[in-house]
């Protein structure tokens, strides 16, 4: 069975704070695909990252950075420099042996002035 | 622009009635699905179709019926045998042949019963 446990239930920081959100997974499948969205006040969720198995590279793009470590199953999320307009509820999504996409209970990031 | 439409998004329902949630999307995507999500619970599946005509339940599919009769539309019933339909439901849809690429999602429907 595939499980994602986002322990962090919700996050408050000041603008310019560096954040980071843990995502642990579980699955016996040797191939999977790692995902975050994010959920603004709106309701939709945005697609942020997909992560394969086989690729460790962590990855940067522009103030977001995800941290994939398969020896501790874990797929992290770092906002740097955080901004109001990053307040949202994200969630982590793994998807393994081609099956349904399954969700972490999310993290509530809340950015104050 | 493709993408998935949910209405209404705002819905009330009085105890006791059925009310349906309508998803449409225009991307071609084979599959589509629908996910409720509770305060502190994450998304949870209630019904997938990866296919006209054919669909399966997902891990709350209790009180809920879907149908796809057409591959662009997915609606979801919420019956009165749904003990808590109070919910946001959300809608996706993804390309058989890139669904590892993850869902594409609507903005959701908030269905209140009064």
């Known amino acids: 069975a595939q499980k994602v446990t986002q322990a962090q239930t919700e996050i408050s920081v000041v603008e310019k704070e560096d954040v980071t959100l843990d995502c642990v997974y579980e699955?016996?499948?040797?191939?999977?695909?790692l995902f975050w969205y994010k959920q603004p006040p709106s309701g939709e969720l945005v697609f942020l990252i997909r992560r394969n198995s086989f690729d460790e590279q962590n990855e940067i793009s522009g103030r977001y950075s995800w941290n994939f470590q398969k020896s501790t199953s874990s797929f992290n999320f770092t906002i740097t420099a955080s901004q109001v307009v990053d307040s949202a509820v994200y969630f982590c999504a793994l998807m393994a042996g081609f099956q349904k996409l399954v969700f972490g209970t999310g993290t509530r990031l809340l950015v104050s002035p | 622009d493709g993408g998935i439409t949910q209405s209404p998004k705002y819905l009330f329902r009085k105890e006791g009635q059925n009310v349906t949630l309508s998803c449409e999307q225009n991307?071609?995507?084979?599959?589509m699905y629908w996910y409720r999500q509770d305060p502190g619970q994450g998304l949870r599946l209630i019904y997938y179709?990866?296919?006209?005509?054919?669909?399966q339940k997902g891990d709350i599919a209790e009180g809920y019926s879907v149908s796809r009769e057409k591959k662009e539309s997915f609606p979801l019933t919420v019956t009165s045998a749904q003990k808590n339909p109070t919910a946001f439901y959300l809608c996706?849809?993804?390309?058989?042949?890139?669904?590892?690429?993850?869902?594409?999602f609507g903005s959701g429907t908030r269905l209140t019963v009064v």
């Open positions: 699955t016996r499948d040797t191939t999977y695909y």
């Open positions: 179709s990866q296919i006209v005509n054919d669909f």
């Open positions: 991307l071609n995507h084979d599959a």
């Open positions: 996706a849809s993804s390309s058989q042949m890139q669904g590892s690429y993850g869902y594409t």
